[in-house]
């Protein structure tokens, strides 16, 4: 794919009743729920931005004067915005129709009640190569925290599409956030319709819906049970990841492990580095191979001795880190946790409510590299001349 291809609109559903979040939308329509003091709308708009979108196309319906007096014309936000006004009983699909004067041939598409952190890169790249009309993102829920709606194929191709979640093998959530060709408005009806429940079966039948699937957990305001959570998630961090052996301490000879706090040597500026980091509010997460407990090496009670003495260390020194994830499984076990695989980060990123894609992760090998890339995180490798301390005085300038 080229890179230099982008996406300059996106598209809102934002005219629904927002019923279930009662009474805060009855005088106040969904999109414009306060996260930390700001309109969700606005969190959406921020991050379309980040991505390169020039155009924002509202679709509105309930309580449109709310969102037009506040965003207007979108200049304040760096944005252009436009709105398409409709009925308040119209069905996404008919919204979606009535505003077709106004897209262009391939847009971004999204409810407005959503948050999904993304890699556009690797999304157009899976778009592009499966010649689809219509790209959903698939939230893989592999912790099942909701249960799935939607059955993605091996080939990447949307198979099963159930509102109702009952369906038998479904492996995903449909996360709301698409990437639409033009083409899909000649497949709709004229009366008033649900996109997902008209257009779905139709693209699917075809294999002109493709699922983009994704470990990135999506964050809703679609009920108000949710709403705490998301507030959590959208909460301005700065968080960084650190490799431990070789970035944190010295590492042991090869084929060999650190059994004990005595063999465990902090490299130079270390201390410093954490210090560093904290004093500009980081927040800081080891994610460590542990791979000598499955050989028998050490034990999960050597490991944790080694890590406690470790975090006295640096509350002696006026510091501390955030966490410690480490994988315990050998190399051939099949885990998705063992780096190059990104699971510590996804279930850190779980446990705080971090947005990977704004994260940084230092390691000192092309795996850790592979891994935080693979994480969507920014990452970039330290080594003898190019140490922790010299990484972070890097980071914290730019």
Request: charged letters at 30%; proline letters at 4%.
């Amino acid at each position: 794919m080229d890179k230099s291809v982008k996406i300059r609109q996106a598209v809102i559903l934002a005219g629904g009743l927002g019923t279930r979040l009662c009474p805060l939308t009855d005088s106040l329509p969904k999109p414009m729920i306060p996260i930390n003091g700001r309109p969700f709308l606005e969190y959406q708009i921020k991050l379309l931005k980040e991505k390169g979108v020039e155009e924002i196309i509202l679709l509105l319906g309930y309580l449109p004067e709310k969102i037009m007096d506040y965003f207007k014309d979108g200049s304040r936000f760096g944005v252009s915005i436009k709105y398409s006004v409709g009925k308040i009983e119209d069905e996404t699909g008919t919204r979606i129709k009535n505003a077709s004067h106004l897209l262009d041939d391939l847009f971004f598409l999204l409810y407005c009640d959503n948050y999904l952190p993304f890699n556009l890169e690797k999304f157009l790249k899976f778009h592009f190569g499966h010649n689809a009309l219509l790209t959903s993102t698939i939230y893989t829920n592999r912790d099942n925290s909701t249960k799935n709606n939607i059955l993605v194929d091996d080939s990447g191709y949307v198979f099963v599409y159930d509102k109702t979640r009952t369906a038998e093998n479904l492996n995903g959530v449909e996360a709301g956030f698409f990437i639409m060709d033009k083409k899909v408005i000649d497949l709709m009806p004229e009366h008033n319709f649900s996109f997902e429940k008209v257009i779905f079966p139709v693209l699917l039948k075809d294999k002109k819906m493709a699922g983009f699937m994704t470990d990135h957990k999506y964050y809703s305001i679609g009920s108000l049970e949710r709403l705490p959570l998301t507030e959590k998630f959208l909460k301005p961090k700065k968080v960084i990841f650190l490799d431990r052996d070789g970035v944190i301490n010295k590492k042991a000879a090869r084929g060999e492990y650190i059994k004990n706090w005595k063999e465990f040597e902090l490299l130079p500026g270390v201390i410093e580095a954490i210090k560093m980091l904290k004093e500009n509010n980081y927040s800081i997460y080891i994610i460590s191979n542990q791979a000598g407990i499955a050989r028998k090496m050490m034990t999960t009670e050597d490991l944790e001795i080694i890590h406690d003495n470790f975090r006295k260390e640096l509350q002696k020194n006026g510091t501390d880190i955030d966490g410690i994830y480490y994988c315990p499984h050998g190399w051939n076990e099949g885990c998705e946790c063992r780096k190059p695989k990104t699971g510590m980060f996804f279930q850190a990123a779980k446990d705080h409510a971090i947005d990977l894609t704004k994260a940084v992760f230092i390691g000192d090998d092309e795996r850790d590299l592979e891994a935080g890339e693979a994480a969507d995180c920014k990452a970039f490798l330290v080594n003898q001349d190019f140490n922790l301390l010299k990484a972070v005085k890097s980071l914290i300038k730019q």
